[in-house]
Nanobody, 120 residues
Framework: VQLLESGGGLVQAGGSLRLSCATW????????MGWLRQAPGKERERVSC??????VTYYADSVRGRFTISRDKTTLYLQMNSLKPEDTAMYYC????????????????WGQGTQVTVPS
C-alpha cells in the first residue's frame, strides 16, 4: 500500500485548501482512511476519518463544520475552509483495514505528509 498527499501550502486565515491523497494497492472494501496532523511540539491527532463506503465520517471537534472528508475509488480528500492559525501542521493521510480508529497508532499505512501553514 502506498499513499501520497498533495495540496498543502501557505494560506491566509479564513482561506481554504483542498488536500488529496492518492492511493496504490489499497483495497477499497473494508478500508478506513483518515487525515491526521502534527504540529510542532504536539502529539499527532486524528483530524477526520471516513469508512470504506463513505457512509461513516468522524471529525475532531476543532475542525467540525469547517473541514469535509470524502473519498472515491483511489483518492482521499480533505476540503478545509475557514482555516485558522491553529490548523498549521503537517497533514498525513493514513489507512487501515478496519473501522475508523481515533488512535493514530492504529493506522499501519501512512503517506509522507503535506505541510499546511496559516500565519497568525
Amino acid at each position: 500500500v502506498q499513499l501520497l498527499e498533495s495540496g498543502g501550502g501557505l494560506v491566509q486565515a479564513g482561506g481554504s485548501l483542498r488536500l488529496s491523497c492518492a492511493t496504490w494497492r489499497l483495497r477499497l472494501a473494508g478500508s478506513a482512511m483518515g487525515w491526521l496532523r502534527q504540529a510542532p511540539g504536539k502529539e499527532r491527532e486524528r483530524v477526520s476519518c471516513i469508512g470504506y463506503n463513505g457512509g461513516v465520517t468522524y471529525y475532531a471537534d476543532s475542525v467540525r463544520g469547517r473541514f469535509t472528508i470524502s473519498r472515491d475509488k483511489t483518492t482521499l480528500y480533505l476540503q478545509m475552509n475557514s482555516l485558522k492559525p491553529e490548523d498549521t501542521a503537517m497533514y498525513y493521510c493514513a489507512a487501515r483495514y478496519d473501522y475508523c480508529s481515533p488512535n493514530p497508532q492504529d493506522f499501519p499505512y501512512w503517506g509522507q505528509g503535506t505541510q499546511v501553514t496559516v500565519p497568525s
